[in-house]
Protein backbone atom coordinates (compact mmCIF):
# COMPACT_ATOMS: atom_id res chain seq x y z
CA UNK A 1 0.00 0.00 0.00
CA UNK A 2 1.36 3.58 -0.57
CA UNK A 3 2.74 5.80 2.02
CA UNK A 4 1.08 9.10 2.43
CA UNK A 5 3.02 12.06 4.11
CA UNK A 6 0.64 15.12 5.10
CA UNK A 7 1.65 18.59 6.99
CA UNK A 8 -1.31 20.40 7.95
CA UNK A 9 -0.66 23.92 9.86
CA UNK A 10 -3.36 26.15 11.15
CA UNK A 11 -3.42 28.44 14.14
CA UNK A 12 -4.19 26.50 16.57
CA UNK A 13 -3.08 22.96 14.91
CA UNK A 14 -0.30 21.53 13.59
CA UNK A 15 -0.88 17.88 12.29
CA UNK A 16 2.08 15.81 11.31
CA UNK A 17 0.75 12.10 9.30
CA UNK A 18 3.13 9.61 7.86
CA UNK A 19 2.25 6.47 7.46
CA UNK A 20 -0.41 4.09 4.98
CA UNK A 21 -2.69 5.05 2.90
CA UNK A 22 -5.77 2.99 4.24
CA UNK A 23 -5.26 4.52 7.49
CA UNK A 24 -4.87 7.93 5.78
CA UNK A 25 -8.14 7.61 4.12
CA UNK A 26 -10.29 6.01 7.50
CA UNK A 27 -8.85 8.12 9.99
CA UNK A 28 -6.79 11.20 9.03
CA UNK A 29 -8.56 12.64 5.66
CA UNK A 30 -12.12 13.23 7.91
CA UNK A 31 -10.33 15.11 10.20
CA UNK A 32 -8.51 17.00 7.74
CA UNK A 33 -12.06 17.99 6.29
CA UNK A 34 -13.33 18.95 8.83
CA UNK A 35 -10.78 20.96 9.85
CA UNK A 36 -10.30 22.53 6.04
CA UNK A 37 -14.09 23.68 6.12
CA UNK A 38 -13.31 25.88 9.56
CA UNK A 39 -10.69 27.36 7.39
CA UNK A 40 -7.64 25.47 7.75
CA UNK A 41 -5.12 24.66 4.80
CA UNK A 42 -3.42 21.88 4.11
CA UNK A 43 0.03 22.72 3.23
CA UNK A 44 1.53 19.85 1.11
CA UNK A 45 0.31 16.30 0.43
CA UNK A 46 2.86 14.21 -0.77
CA UNK A 47 1.88 10.38 -2.04
CA UNK A 48 5.36 9.30 -2.78
CA UNK A 49 6.34 6.37 -5.37
CA UNK A 50 5.51 3.24 -4.38
CA UNK A 51 8.28 1.44 -5.62
CA UNK A 52 10.58 0.72 -2.25
CA UNK A 53 8.61 1.17 1.27
CA UNK A 54 10.92 3.82 3.23
CA UNK A 55 12.42 2.75 6.51
CA UNK A 56 10.37 3.45 9.39
CA UNK A 57 11.24 7.04 10.26
CA UNK A 58 12.97 7.47 13.91
CA UNK A 59 10.55 8.61 16.82
CA UNK A 60 10.76 12.26 17.85
CA UNK A 61 11.34 12.90 21.21
CA UNK A 62 9.37 15.35 22.93
CA UNK A 63 9.77 17.53 25.77
CA UNK A 64 8.72 16.32 28.67
CA UNK A 65 5.36 18.24 29.52
CA UNK A 66 5.83 20.84 32.62
CA UNK A 67 5.17 19.20 35.93
CA UNK A 68 1.39 20.16 36.73
CA UNK A 69 0.66 20.49 40.45
CA UNK A 70 -2.93 19.48 41.94
CA UNK A 71 -5.15 23.04 42.13
CA UNK A 72 -8.26 22.97 44.17
CA UNK A 73 -11.10 23.62 42.44
CA UNK A 74 -11.30 27.51 42.31
CA UNK A 75 -15.21 28.47 43.43
CA UNK A 76 -15.06 25.70 46.42
CA UNK A 77 -11.50 27.04 47.36
CA UNK A 78 -12.64 30.57 47.45
CA UNK A 79 -16.00 29.54 49.26
CA UNK A 80 -13.66 27.58 52.24
CA UNK A 81 -11.87 30.44 52.56
CA UNK A 82 -14.46 33.14 53.34
CA UNK A 83 -15.77 31.02 55.48
CA UNK A 84 -12.92 31.24 57.95
CA UNK A 85 -12.53 33.94 60.31
CA UNK A 86 -9.38 35.37 58.95
CA UNK A 87 -6.29 33.17 57.10
CA UNK A 88 -5.11 30.91 60.10
CA UNK A 89 -2.19 31.57 61.80
CA UNK A 90 0.81 29.30 61.44
CA UNK A 91 1.61 26.21 58.98
CA UNK A 92 -0.06 23.88 61.30
CA UNK A 93 -3.30 25.71 61.32
CA UNK A 94 -2.77 26.24 57.67
CA UNK A 95 -2.25 22.51 57.02
CA UNK A 96 -5.29 21.10 59.66
CA UNK A 97 -7.50 24.05 57.16
CA UNK A 98 -6.40 22.53 54.10
CA UNK A 99 -6.68 19.12 55.41
CA UNK A 100 -10.08 20.17 56.43
CA UNK A 101 -11.10 21.63 52.75
CA UNK A 102 -9.86 18.08 50.83
CA UNK A 103 -11.54 16.25 53.27
CA UNK A 104 -14.90 18.76 53.42
CA UNK A 105 -15.16 19.86 49.85
CA UNK A 106 -12.86 17.99 47.80
CA UNK A 107 -14.56 14.91 49.43
CA UNK A 108 -11.00 13.41 49.68
CA UNK A 109 -10.54 10.85 52.41
CA UNK A 110 -6.56 10.64 52.32
CA UNK A 111 -4.17 13.23 50.81
CA UNK A 112 -0.42 14.12 50.59
CA UNK A 113 1.71 16.75 50.24
CA UNK A 114 1.30 17.55 46.42
CA UNK A 115 -2.98 18.31 47.64
CA UNK A 116 -2.02 21.05 50.67
CA UNK A 117 1.12 21.96 48.34
CA UNK A 118 -1.42 22.85 45.96
CA UNK A 119 -4.07 24.71 48.86
CA UNK A 120 -1.21 26.64 49.56
CA UNK A 121 -0.36 27.42 46.14
CA UNK A 122 -3.99 28.73 45.69
CA UNK A 123 -4.29 30.78 48.92
CA UNK A 124 -1.03 32.86 47.92
CA UNK A 125 1.09 31.21 50.65
CA UNK A 126 4.31 29.71 50.00
CA UNK A 127 4.94 25.70 50.42
CA UNK A 128 6.60 25.32 53.45
CA UNK A 129 9.44 23.71 52.92
CA UNK A 130 9.01 20.92 55.74
CA UNK A 131 5.74 20.22 55.22
CA UNK A 132 5.94 16.26 55.38
CA UNK A 133 8.17 17.19 58.73
CA UNK A 134 4.78 19.51 59.80
CA UNK A 135 2.51 16.77 58.97
CA UNK A 136 4.13 13.60 61.20
CA UNK A 137 4.35 16.76 64.11
CA UNK A 138 0.45 16.83 63.22
CA UNK A 139 0.06 13.54 63.61
CA UNK A 140 1.72 13.20 66.95
CA UNK A 141 -0.66 15.88 67.92
CA UNK A 142 -3.58 13.98 66.55
CA UNK A 143 -4.52 16.33 64.13
CA UNK A 144 -3.48 14.25 61.37
CA UNK A 145 -2.96 10.04 61.22
CA UNK A 146 -1.15 8.63 58.87
CA UNK A 147 -3.35 7.00 55.53
CA UNK A 148 -2.30 3.58 54.17
CA UNK A 149 0.08 4.59 51.84
CA UNK A 150 3.17 6.25 52.78
CA UNK A 151 3.46 10.32 52.79
CA UNK A 152 -0.61 10.48 53.03
CA UNK A 153 -2.47 11.14 55.62
CA UNK A 154 -6.31 11.98 56.99
CA UNK A 155 -7.94 14.17 58.75
CA UNK A 156 -9.10 13.23 62.83
CA UNK A 157 -11.90 14.06 64.61
CA UNK A 158 -9.99 16.02 66.79
CA UNK A 159 -8.52 17.95 63.66
CA UNK A 160 -12.02 18.33 61.93
CA UNK A 161 -13.39 20.62 65.53
CA UNK A 162 -10.14 22.46 65.66
CA UNK A 163 -10.92 23.80 62.01
CA UNK A 164 -14.71 23.91 62.61
CA UNK A 165 -14.37 26.53 65.31
CA UNK A 166 -12.36 28.77 62.72
CA UNK A 167 -15.39 28.36 60.74
CA UNK A 168 -18.40 31.22 60.52
Request: with cysteine; charged share 25%.
Amino acid sequence: MAQVRVRLQTARVQLVFEGEEGVFERQVEPLLLRLARGGARVEERVTPPAAEPEAAPEPEVLPEPAVQTWQPEATSFKTFRCQLHGEPEGTESRIAAYAFYLWNYEKRETFGAEELGGCFAAGGNSVPEDLTGTCADLERKRILQPAAHEGTWRLTPKGTNQVRKLLR
